[in-house]
């Protein structure tokens, strides 16, 4: 049978993903790669996981080394918004695949650009539409070559990002400041687990009938059930929150002035190019849903609403 790569395997995404994927096949034929492999807990090593070290920022020797032996790999993209850094990353990391003998490239993109545009008005999408177009040069290079690109949804857990780093439980922040007035179109928010559940299912159809895997050098778009806007998601945090909670449209320049902004990116320029994602939101880029997500776990995506409840509980509760 195939080996199963998983690069890197930590992190949300790479722990739901590999958790999920070992209910499905065995432990011996995946493989997790990670910068801190003594770190993977200690109930998979015991299923008998092998372990490998690697980061993007290795060698290219080094990555080929990693993926070598392994048939399908599952790479998980850098966690960067910097377009050109982060393809810097993924370019290399997808070479030295290639060259170690990887045949089927599994590549977690993200649900911008819906449902399968080549262009991007958000900085954080860019990376994603250039490791997609080297894995189709890859394919039309070598024919004995494939990819799956997963365009994972807009996680229900990172509403932070895109509401100037909300925390519900901070009673003295009541406006949101973001360069956007809350109108549709919106976001498919999606669950990461059930994104890292659905990614799973998808490594062990190929893994377990890679002939007849139907999703060979296609994009997979997976979201939740329905579209958000952002003034709906805010009067949803207003609920948990136990307190109104409203969007003021502000400036770009407003926005990155904000301390809790410039503390989460470090410098100006960093906080600049990350609000180019509401530019994508405003003209819907995100707001696309599909019943990819649904179908591949059989039973319908829990709601943004639920996650939110589940995870801040009502005020009542606190």
């Known amino acids: 049978m195939s080996t199963i790569g998983i690069f890197p395997a930590s992190g949300g995404l790479g722990t739901s993903t590999y958790t999920h994927l070992l209910k499905a096949v065995p432990a011996s034929n995946v493989v997790l790669i990670s910068r801190y492999p003594d770190k993977t807990p200690q109930i998979y090593k015991d299923q008998g996981v092998r372990l ?3 980061s993007f920022e290795s060698s290219p020797a080094d990555l ?9 790999l599952f790479l998980i993209s850098y966690p960067s918004h910097v377009h050109e850094y982060r393809s810097g990353l993924h370019i290399p990391a997808l070479d030295a695949a290639h060259r170690a003998g990887v045949k089927h490239v599994f590549y977690s993109s993200l649900a911008f650009a819906l449902p399968d545009k ?3 008005l958000a900085e954080v999408m860019g990376a994603h539409l250039d490791t997609e177009a080297h894995l189709r040069k890859l394919a039309d290079q070598d024919p004995s070559f494939s990819w799956t690109a997963i365009r994972e949804g807009l996680y229900h857990e990172s509403f932070p990002i895109y509401t100037a780093f909300l925390d519900p ?11 956007h007035d809350g109108s549709g179109p919106g976001i498919s928010w999606a669950k990461r687990d059930e994104l890292g559940e659905a990614s799973a299912n998808l490594i062990a159809q190929c893994y377990q009938d890679p002939a007849g895997f139907s999703w060979k050098n296609k994009l997979v778009v ?3 059930p329905r579209e958000w806007s952002l003034a709906d998601t805010v009067k949803l945090l207003s609920t948990v929150a136990g307190r109104e909670l409203t969007i003021r449209p502000v400036t770009v320049d407003e926005y990155t002035a904000q301390p809790q902004v410039a503390a989460k990116f470090g410098c100006n320029s960093l906080s600049r190019t990350w609000a180019t994602a509401w530019d994508a939101i405003r003209v819907g880029e995100t707001s696309y849903v599909s019943s990819s997500l649904e179908q591949l776990l059989g039973r319908r995506p829990e709601e ?3 996650t939110i409840k589940n995870l801040y509980g009502s005020p009542a509760e606190k």
């Open 222 to 224: 997976l979201t939740g």
């Open 52 to 54: 490998r070290q690697a």
């Open 169 to 179: 439980k901070d009673a003295a922040t009541t406006e949101i400041r973001i360069p």
């Open 64 to 72: 080929e080394a990693a993926f070598r032996d392994i048939s399908i």
């Open 118 to 120: 080549s262009t991007t």
């Open 304 to 306: 943004f609403d639920v």
